[in-house]
């Protein structure tokens, strides 16, 4: 499974991005997908992730309320939709993929996309 991240950029603060994440290569339709981040000094942050075959979604408390992950139909691509965006939201943004779960220490992805860059400015 390959994992190509997108739709990065320099936003000011209160702005908005939707990051995609589209999957290619021998997909399964179980695979559960979501986001990480790592900003400059720090170690890797759970975003959110979406459960394959429920579609229920879960979020770090940081990005509750303003961040929305979301899926299409085909379930081959997976979206950040990114709201009110903070600074420290700056970060550089994976997107990740478990035949299992994808648990908030990303221990348990099997698969990593090669991130994307979002800057949000004060």
Do not use: H
């Amino acid at each position: 499974v390959q994992l190509q991240a997108s739709g990065g950029g320099l936003v000011q603060a209160g702005g908005s991005l939707r990051l995609s994440c589209a999957a290619s290569g021998r997909t399964y339709s179980s695979y559960d997908m979501g986001w990480f981040r790592q900003a400059p000094g720090k170690e890797r942050e759970f975003v959110a992730t979406i459960r394959w075959n429920t579609g229920s979604t879960y979020y770090a408390n940081s990005v509750k309320g303003r961040f929305a992950i979301s899926k299409d139909n085909a379930k081959t691509t997976v979206y950040l939709q990114m709201n009110s965006l903070k600074p420290d939201d700056t970060a550089v943004y994976y997107c990740a993929a478990s035949k299992s779960v994808v648990d908030r220490s990303g221990n348990l992805v099997d698969y990593w996309g090669q991130g994307t860059q979002v800057t949000v400015s004060s």
